[in-house]
T-cell receptor, first 112, second 115 residues
Framework: SQQGEEDPQALSIQEGENATMNCSYK?????LQWYRQNSGRGLVHLIL?????REKHSGRLRVTLDTSKKSSSLLITASRAADTASYFC????????????FGQGTTLQVKP | DAGVIQSPRHEVTEMGQEVTLRCKPI?????LFWYRQTMMRGLELLIY????????DSGMPEDRFSAKMPNASFSTLKIQPSEPRDSAVYFC?????????????FGNGTRLTVT
């Protein structure tokens, strides 16, 4: 069963604009992670936020987590054409089993 | 570090044939995951191992699917007999959990087509 649901399913923006993707989940979590997938490739880890954290930054990425709403957002600032990819959130439940469940993903297109 | 290595990259087979997918995790990682990705169902966790022991195989769709991890550096996912609905991209991923939560490192996948 899918734990995370991303919103929107697809997003198209111009280079230089910011892109925001959202993720909702259903159960208590230990941590939430964001991954990126380029066409024809495996997923690449971007950032991890723990359940006791509210915000994290990594370069042009900003992730927020609201455990009361069971939601997270990924913001990519000053987007580039090279950011074109699919973005997935993944959650590890609070039982700390190591099991990661992925959402359906958001497909981002950044137009040059 | 060579990353997670999967083979083959592409596999085309006929319905009823046996298919074996292979994975070499990153050295030192203690978790190994097999995922399947399709347009309809997204990324599904099939099975995962911790220290070579299967922990959760509840995602394995049917008895036609089996996975093994005979040692820390090798795992296989076998489908016997294969069916057209098994067509998908199969990913292997490994992680080292430690105390910080596990970050998954993915291979580039095996694209399976069953005709």
């Amino acid at each position: 069963s899918q734990q995370g649901e991303e919103d929107p399913q697809a997003l198209s923006i111009q280079e230089g604009e910011n892109a925001t993707m959202n993720c909702s989940y259903k159960t208590s979590i230990n941590n939430l992670q964001w991954y990126r997938q380029n066409s024809g490739r495996g997923l690449v880890h971007l950032i991890l936020i723990r359940s006791n954290e509210r915000e994290k930054h990594s370069g042009r990425l900003r992730v927020t987590l609201d455990t009361s709403k069971k939601s997270s957002s990924l913001l990519i600032t000053a987007s580039r054409a090279a950011d074109t990819a699919s973005y997935f959130c993944a959650t590890e439940r609070s039982s700390n089993t190591g099991k990661l469940i992925f959402g359906q993903g958001t497909t981002l297109q950044v137009k040059p | 570090d060579a990353g997670v290595i999967q083979s083959p990259r592409h596999e085309v087979t006929e319905m009823g044939q046996e298919v074996t997918l292979r994975c070499k995790p990153i050295s030192g990682h203690d978790y190994l995951f097999w995922y399947r990705q399709t347009m309809m169902r997204g990324l599904e966790l099939l099975i995962y191992f911790n220290n070579n022991v299967p922990i959760d195989d509840s995602g394995m769709p049917e008895d036609r699917f089996s996975a093994k991890m005979p040692n820390a550096s090798f795992s296989t996912l076998k489908i016997q007999p294969s069916e057209p609905r098994d067509s998908a991209v199969y990913f292997c991923a490994s992680s080292l959990r430690g105390t910080g939560g596990g970050l998954l490192h993915f291979g580039n996948g095996t694209r399976l087509t069953v005709t």
